[in-house]
């Protein structure tokens, strides 16, 4: 892990088990989590555990994540970030993952490389940008009615 003035940067050894292939696995009425999942999880909540000592972020944050994919394989990010999430929150690194204001997402292809990076940093308003953006978008309504 490395850290800054509020910055904290973490590593996974693996990518995320998307979310679409975790859950609900039936078998005699019983919902189970999948052998690779449990494993998945329980080695990332572990890796994180060991890079991350302090106090779970408890105010709005900004995450970039960095997936080194190792081959061409099609992954869908936004299920590969509800699995990251929920094992932020399982590692107590974020308190609730309602608290990720913004995001940025990188899959990087063909390096022989599979990891995540994960960059955590306090959200920082862009009032000017939030501003035209609003007016722009009561414009677009407008021109709706």
């Known amino acids: 892990m490395r850290s800054g003035k509020n910055i904290v940067v973490l590593y996974l050894s693996s990518l995320p088990v998307p979310k ?31 890079q991350y000592k302090g106090s779970p972020f408890s105010f709005p944050i900004s995450v970039e994540v960095y997936f080194f994919l190792p081959d061409n394989r099609k992954r869908d990010i936004d299920n ?8 932020l929150e399982k590692a107590n690194i974020i308190a609730n993952d309602n608290l990720i204001h913004e995001t940025k997402t990188v899959k990087i292809k063909g390096e022989n490389l599979s990891g995540t990076v994960i960059k955590i940093s306090p959200f920082r308003e862009q009032k000017k940008l939030f501003l035209t953006l609003k007016e722009e978008l009561e414009r677009f309504k407008q021109l709706l009615e």
């Open 80 to 87: 590969m970030l509800k699995t990251l999430w929920d094992v």
């Open 20 to 50: 679409s292939n975790r859950y609900v696995r039936k078998r005699n009425g019983q919902v189970f989590r999948s052998p690779r999942v449990v494993l998945w999880e329980s080695r990332a909540v572990w890796e994180l555990s060991k």
